[in-house]
């Protein structure tokens, strides 16, 4: 019976990750903005978690230990590849091409490329807050940061992307005035 | 911003995020009420966030290929599954174990993309020739294509700058050999990523694309002319190529 309950437990532990896998890859892209790179992260941090099952003690923070393990390797990763990452405070160049120019799906590529353009350190917080729903103490363990360096990191992010984005709102708004009017 | 605006800013934050204390959301709902353009940050700030979750909501892992059969092996809801995967995984460990002893986390990758690894005694590629022993230079790695499939070839050129950036970049060398209708992927009219070989022949020092000369000649007698992608090499013929480096120790892996 022991080992019946055991290998039902280790049968549920695999399927919790297995739902946790878009959440994952979501943040991995992000991070990254590179779809092969994001899914190599995300295959990396299940199996380092199937091998590490016996770290997680309170299963009900199952999400944000995924997410300590994913930034483990997101850093492993930069710290290998280091010259591929150094022009992380640069604006990603805007490529004009016919999906770009379509409504909605111009927003969305505007927004990650504004996230992919935050330093680092923002772009992990940001994303890790409003993607992954972390509370700022999770965050603040996931990376391995003071509260304090997050709340400003958040607050910086969060500047950088309003003088970014927002005049997409304009934008929106005068898109839905003109479709009244018509 | 000074202290006092930062901590404000900040509160400000903890507040959209639902991360404030009762007391200090109610003080600020009641400065809210005073300053409409507390409200409208507030609101923009929200809006923010909204368009942050929709930009990735529709951001899913990729299917197919080798990274979906991996990623069975978490669901693993069918135990025969895994059953067959961790035999198949054994069988393949002896078998690569038994022929090629000096085994890299590079070609361990590599095996992962569907490849086979072998050394120049292999019976099957030398077609029952024995070659003179050699020792294998793990550094010293050829690839072999000889298909068009354009998944497998991102896979391949994925592994190929993994094991570039991975490893010493002074003592790692690797070559691509095209022949066969894998020589379309070298192509300019043909292949599906011109850019991104052109891109890794620039960034990469040992690396090398080389097109088999017999498969030219061959599409030439067709009335097709390969016209290939700048600063590839040609070779008179893709196996003797093969058969070449083999007897100077390096690393085969047919893709």
């Given at each position: 019976m022991k080992l019946l309950g055991r290998w039902s437990a280790a049968s549920r532990f695999r399927d919790d990750l297995e739902a946790n896998r878009n959440k994952l890859y979501r943040m991995a892209y992000a991070w990254c903005g590179d779809a092969m790179l994001a899914d190599d992260l995300t295959q990396d941090t299940l199996t380092k978690a199937l091998q590490k099952n016996h770290q997680l003690r309170d299963p009900g923070k199952l999400g944000s230990w995924l997410c300590s393990i994913l930034y483990n390797c997101w850093r492993e990763h930069l710290r290998r590849n280091k010259t591929a990452y150094e022009l992380d405070e640069n604006k990603m160049v805007h490529h004009h091409t016919p999906e770009v120019n379509g409504g909605e799906q111009e927003i969305i590529l505007r927004v990650r490329r504004a996230i992919a353009s935050l330093p680092e350190g923002q772009r992990e917080v940001i994303t890790l807050v409003d993607?992954?729903?972390?509370?700022y103490t999770e965050v603040a363990g996931t990376l391995q940061v003071p509260m304090g360096t997050v709340m400003s990191r958040l607050s910086r992010a969060r500047k950088a992307l309003h003088s970014q984005l927002l005049d997409m709102k304009t934008t929106s708004r005068t898109v839905v005035n003109l479709r009244s009017i018509n | 911003m000074n202290n006092d605006d930062k901590w404000k800013d900040c509160r400000l934050h903890a507040f959209i995020d639902g991360q404030l204390g009762d007391d200090d959301s109610a003080e600020l709902i009641k400065e809210m009420a005073q300053r409409p353009e507390l409200r409208q940050h507030v609101a923009d700030t929200r809006y923010l966030k909204g368009m942050i979750k929709q930009a990735y909501a529709g951001i899913e892992p990729p299917t197919g290929g080798s990274r979906q059969s991996t990623s069975k092996l978490f669901s693993l809801r069918a135990g025969l599954t895994g059953l067959a995967a961790t035999l198949l995984l054994s069988i393949g460990f002896i078998v690569g174990w038994s022929t090629?002893?000096?085994?890299t986390p590079a070609n361990i990758h590599l095996a992962k993309a569907g490849s086979s690894v072998v050394n120049s005694n292999d019976p099957l590629l030398t077609g029952g020739i024995t070659l003179a022993p050699v020792n294998t230079d793990a550094h010293k790695v050829i690839l072999h294509i000889d298909q068009t499939d354009t998944a497998l070839f991102q896979d391949t050129l994925n592994e190929v700058e993994r094991l570039l950036t991975t490893y010493d970049s002074t003592q790692t060398q690797v070559e691509v050999i095209f022949n066969s209708s894998g020589l379309n992927l070298l192509?300019?009219?043909?292949?599906?990523?011109a850019a991104r070989l052109r891109r890794m022949m620039a960034t990469y020092e040992h690396l090398r694309f080389v097109a088999c000369r017999n498969t030219i000649k061959r599409l030439e007698e067709r009335g097709i002319k390969a016209n290939l992608i700048d600063q590839t090499q040609v070779t008179p013929s893709a196996v003797g190529h093969i058969i070449d480096r083999l007897q100077k120790g390096w690393v085969y892996i047919k893709v």
């Open positions: 993607l992954e729903g972390l509370s | 090629h002893a000096p085994s192509r300019t009219d043909t292949s599906p990523d």
